[in-house]
């Protein structure tokens, strides 16, 4: 076992390492600009404090051990129950509402699949202490505005709103097994088991109509699917549900994003703490949900004062899947290399210099081993540096790299390729 890594995990260097930590320097980078601020919580905590409102198939998948005094901790499986656990028992009293941003590792234990390890990324946002569709239209617009940094030219947003669901499931009174199994054929958007459930369940005339109805409740045309929706309310639960997504759509309307959402009203699948709006993005072909978000008003309110929440989280990996997929262009396995390797024989001027071009933004590699220039060449050559720089006398003579490989004299000329 010396050496290797355990199923599951796996080591990122040279270029792939740079595309994961420019990914989610660019993503940190536009939720600044939106106003979130930055939030570290622990790799690892009370396994009681993660597993609060968590699904019984994500608290399958925690990385549970004990700690020398005897208490269960676990790997983080998410950020938005430590930042909701941080925002309850530290921030209450600090002004609402608080928005937070993250990029950084989590762990699952699951079968390792296309743009998922055991150990992957999520960057993404939390937006504390506010209820209204103004807040979940905010995390929707930056979801879409996180997609065009990331690369993506085509993707898509899966809305759903629980509670419209939630209330059918109340006014139809099912008892736990009816529930679970009209809740597995809508998750799995299967009309045989919705069939089977239909056969097996008495139901009154209008409560039939709203099961019947709800395949039929998705599409790109919100408006049409909301009409629709309306008419087979059965209570003020699922009233309420459409209410607010007409606030959420008029807010999204601004943002001028409708057209990367589509509704879909059987989309209720869920961490088990969320309480409204729900969402997924996706990308045409990769098979995957490349992100996930939704609203959990009652997750804060276990570790303190009750708070409404939104938020989404986003997949590293998974974006970087799909960006490739679209572009065609595949990672590299190689260094990326620097502007020019240099060899300055230690003097100050030359040192200088260098110092002054880094400044500039120019990456500059200086030779250390004390190699002569036809070993530096022959390095430069197989690492693919453009430029090698040797300081004589008094400046900086200039070997640029051919089209061949080799490296010719540029009569002191030096320009650094962007």
């Avoid at 998922?116 to 979940?136: H, K, M, N, T």
């Avoid at 617009?141 to 939630?166: C, H, N, P, S, W």
């Avoid at 020019?340 to 001027?349: C, G, T």
Wanted: glycine fraction near 10%; hydrophobic fraction near 40%; charged fraction near 20%.
């Amino acid at each position: 076992m010396q050496g290797q890594i355990p199923f599951g995990v796996a080591d990122y260097f040279w270029e792939e390492a740079l595309q994961r930590q420019e990914l989610i320097t660019s993503l940190l980078a536009t939720f600044r600009a939106w106003g979130y601020g930055d939030v570290m919580p622990p790799a690892f905590e009370y396994a009681a404090s993660l597993t609060a409102q968590a699904s019984a198939s994500l608290q399958a998948e925690m990385y549970r051990f004990l700690d020398r005094d005897g208490s269960t901790l676990a790997l983080r499986p998410e950020f938005t129950t430590p930042i909701a656990r941080l925002a309850g028992t530290r921030l209450h009293d600090w002004p609402m509402p608080q928005r937070f941003c993250y990029g950084g590792s989590v762990f699952r234990y699951v079968d390792p699949q296309a743009g998922r390890q055991r150990e992957f990324w999520q960057a993404g946002v939390e937006l504390i202490g506010a209820p209204s569709p103004d807040a979940d239209a905010e995390v929707l617009a930056l979801t879409a505005e996180a997609m065009k940094v990331a690369g993506l030219t085509d993707y898509r947003i899966v809305l759903g709103q629980i509670r419209y669901f939630g209330g059918l499931l109340a006014a139809l009174e099912l008892t736990p097994d009816q529930a679970d199994s009209l809740r597995w054929a809508i998750e799995r958007k299967s009309e045989p088991a919705l069939a089977d459930f239909l056969r097996d369940t008495p139901l009154r005339t209008g409560q039939r109509q709203a099961v019947e109805a709800l395949p039929g409740l998705s599409g790109g045309d919100i408006q049409r699917v909301i009409d629709q929706a309306e008419r087979h309310c059965l209570n003020t639960e699922m009233h309420r549900a459409l209410v607010n997504l007409r606030g959420v759509v008029d807010a999204l309307a601004g943002y001028g994003v409708l057209e990367s959402v589509v509704l879909d009203l059987t989309e209720i699948r869920s961490l088990g703490y969320y309480t409204g709006i729900s969402f997924e993005a996706l990308a045409p072909e990769s098979g995957f949900s490349i992100g996930s978000g939704g609203r959990y008003d009652d997750l804060v309110g276990h570790f303190g004062p009750a708070q409404p929440a939104v938020g989404v989280a986003l997949g590293v990996e998974r974006l970087l899947l799909a960006r490739q997929r679209q572009s065609g262009q595949i990672a590299s396995l190689q260094p990326t290399p620097p502007h020019a390797l240099v060899i300055s024989h230690q003097n100050p001027a030359a040192l200088a210099q260098v110092q002054r071009w880094r400044a500039a933004g120019y990456r500059l590699q200086m030779e250390v081993n004390g190699r002569g220039l036809a070993d530096v060449l022959a390095s430069a050559e197989r690492t693919g540096i453009a430029q090698v720089l040797i300081w004589e006398d008094e400046g900086f003579s200039a070997f640029r790299r051919q089209s061949d490989g080799s490296f010719e004299s540029t009569s002191g000329e030096i320009f650094f390729d962007e």
